[in-house]
């Protein structure tokens, strides 16, 4: 008997269709829902994408001044590139070149250029226009223009050592746009100086001015505000232009007033009063004899000029008229340890840091005995930076405090970095002491009229190999000002500046007169008015009467 | 079903040619971003040289003698300035200088006598 087989029933067919509809069907709903939400509300993500590969290179920030003076830019540039497949004759191509640009290395471009297997070759970065067109000019083939960026300062050597520069690749390689590279490669606002352009263009000036009565090395002029720290001027001698850089030695390029190191003398002097009477080792009233030299260590301390009265000299007189005798027996009852303890408190041994370019670090005795404490009283055998130096006279300023340099503005008051040194009193009376020395002292050249200067001048000798050569001389005057409201530290420095005529070389007659024309010319643009005295109102009441009176 | 598949059909035709209108839309739109980009950043090159060009122009080294020789500038003296307690004076000198007010039309001409720091009006 025949039997079959009941063929078996595919109960998976039916479901299998379903499941693939299934996902066919999800599928078909993604792609029209996605096809639906591209065409209503466009391809974002897409055209993000393609924006952001157009984007240029972010363009160097500028660099501007407290008031928004330009002082550093970029604008394009052309550089000269060149295809070595595309020329035929390299030598003439290369001469015709080098007629234009005559800084080329004519025998290191023709070979460049005969190699003609390359497609690509800088020839020259950085043209002018001027430059630019002398090429186009020559009409040679296998030439192309490349535009880059250029950075430029448009007030030539105005801050030209602060400001440094960059090479041309955009990268930051001295002064701030070294110190600020970063943030300046970012591109965005403006980076703000604290520096004013009107103040620097005067503490400029008069170096320059100054080098026209000395024959002088080098100089420096700073203007600090006594309570922010904000530097407002810092100029060194011979100045920059940061667009001609090549132009200068390496010498000149020299920041002296940061990268630097000097012994600025007596203008230290100062320092180991305020520090003496701080210690209360010293009072005003306190009497010296400094009538003969002192031996202390192995130093022998004398005076290049006696005092009058020198049996018996207050701290004032021996400010005024510059004792190193008296100024080493103040330090004597003070101690190596005071002495220390005081210097390094305002940063003079080391270990001050700020936001921007840095200062050098200082150069102390190696064996800090009686010796040293004897000669760093008056300023010799320390040699630090002058920015150092000027911030150490901000507490004179200020009641007491040391501040911290400060180059970027917004300048929060609430935010200044500052520590106290000396007592608001200490502060005070050797203010008072400062402006003595500026009345009857050594400082007279530097009393600008109305702006009521308190400084100290500084001779010393500069050292050489075989000691000290009594004649290259570093002068400077250290001031603060005006004495009853101070409010700015000026620093000026010359090295080596010996007059032209005549034969004063002492900071009397050099740094102090320099310091005494600046502050008469800046004060105004930083916003200060003159003291008035009882004469000067009646030299403007005279002045009005004079001027409308028929 | 065949009338679902028609329907699905024609979504898809739809969409199909919308999509393509909003590429070739942001092709158009990113080309009119690009042009506006690169204008911006030539007008913002240019800005860049006037700037440049104006620091340049108003350095104080070439401002100053300018100041100087034609509108014959000077730095303020110390001795220009005065104090707010001095301006009643100096307003006080000033004032003897000026000529007086003039009389009004209905003034009588025998007034009161004048006060000491009064100037009689010129005639």
């Keep these: ?550 | 079903m065949r009338k679902l598949a028609i329907i699905g059909a024609v979504i898809v035709v739809v969409l199909a040619v919308a999509v393509y209108r909003a590429k070739l839309g942001a092709e158009e739109t990113q080309g009119e971003i690009d042009l506006l980009t690169a204008e911006a950043s030539a007008i913002g090159k240019d800005i860049a040289v006037m700037k440049a060009e104006e620091a340049y122009l108003t350095r104080p080294e070439r401002i100053a003698p300018i100041a100087r020789q034609q509108l014959g500038l000077e730095q303020a003296q110390p001795d220009q300035y005065t104090a707010s307690e001095a301006l009643s004076r100096r307003l006080g000198e000033e004032r003897l200088t000026l000529p007086a007010p003039a009389p009004a039309e209905d003034a009588s001409p025998t007034s009161a006598p004048l006060k000491s720091n009064e100037v009689k009006p010129q005639q």
Excluded: C
């Design chain 1, 1 to 550: 008997m025949m039997s079959f087989d009941r063929p078996q029933e595919d109960v998976w067919g039916p479901r299998r269709a379903r499941i693939v509809a299934g996902v066919l069907a999800v599928v078909f709903t993604v792609i029209v829902g996605r096809s639906a939400y591209v065409a209503f509300n466009g391809p974002e993500q897409a055209a993000s994408g393609m924006r952001s590969a157009a984007v240029a290179a972010t363009r160097r920030a500028d660099i501007v001044d407290r008031k928004g003076e330009l002082l550093a830019t970029t604008v394009p540039g052309w550089s000269l590139a060149a295809n070595p497949s595309a020329i035929w004759d390299a030598g003439e191509v290369a001469s015709g070149l080098k007629s234009v640009l005559p800084k080329l290395d004519l025998i290191g471009l023709t070979a460049q250029l005969s190699d003609r297997k390359r497609q690509f070759v800088w020839v020259q970065r950085g043209l002018t226009q001027e430059e630019k067109d002398a090429v186009f000019g020559l009409g040679v083939e296998g030439l192309q223009f490349v535009e880059e960026a250029r950075r430029v300062y448009p007030r030539g050597r105005l801050a030209g050592h602060f400001l440094g520069y960059t090479n041309i690749d955009g990268d930051g390689l001295e002064g701030s746009e070294l110190a600020f590279d970063a943030q300046l490669k970012q591109g965005g606002e403006p980076l703000k100086l604290t520096l004013d352009a009107s103040v620097q263009f005067v503490v400029e000036e008069e170096l320059e001015k100054a080098y026209a009565d000395f024959d002088m090395k080098g100089g420096v002029g700073i203007v600090v505000d006594t309570h922010s720290g904000a530097v407002r001027a810092v100029a060194s001698w011979p100045a920059i232009d940061p667009n001609r850089r090549g132009d200068f030695s390496a010498d000149m390029r020299s920041n002296r007033a940061l990268n630097s190191r000097f012994e600025l003398g007596s203008i230290y002097k100062p320092l180991t009063v305020a520090a003496a009477m701080d210690a209360g080792v010293l009072t005003p009233q306190d009497r010296f004899d400094v009538s003969a030299p002192v031996k202390i260590g192995a130093a022998l301390v004398k005076d290049p000029h006696p005092l009058p009265n020198a049996k018996s000299v207050s701290a004032a007189d021996i400010l005024a008229h510059s004792s190193n005798i008296g100024t080493a027996l103040i330090a004597q009852r003070m101690g190596v340890e005071r002495q220390q303890d005081f210097l390094r408190s305002v940063h003079l041994l080391g270990g001050q840091s700020h936001v921007g370019p840095q200062t050098a670090s200082p150069l102390t005795p190696e064996v800090w005995d009686a010796t040293a404490m004897a000669t760093v009283s008056y300023g010799h055998g320390i040699s630090v930076s002058p920015l150092a130096f000027a911030m150490t006279y901000t507490a004179f300023g200020n009641g007491g405090n040391y501040v911290s340099p400060v180059f970027v503005e917004p300048v929060d008051a609430a935010q200044v970095d500052k520590s106290q040194v000396m007592s608001a009193d200490t502060a005070n009376t050797v203010l008072g002491m400062l402006r003595e020395v500026v009345t009857r002292g050594s400082g007279k050249n530097a009393d600008a009229q109305g702006y009521e200067v308190a400084g100290k001048t500084g001779t010393a000798e500069k050292p050489g190999p075989d000691g000290y050569d009594p004649n290259k001389n570093i002068t400077s005057f250290a001031a603060v000002f005006p004495a009853s409201r101070p409010q700015f530290v000026v620093l000026v420095v010359l090295d080596e500046a010996q007059p032209r005529t005549g034969d004063q070389r002492t900071a009397s007659f050099t740094a102090a007169t320099i310091a005494g024309k600046v502050i008469a010319r800046a004060a105004p643009l930083l916003d200060l008015r003159p003291v008035l005295t009882a004469s000067t109102v009646e030299a403007a009441s005279l002045r009005v009467s004079e001027a409308t009176t028929p």
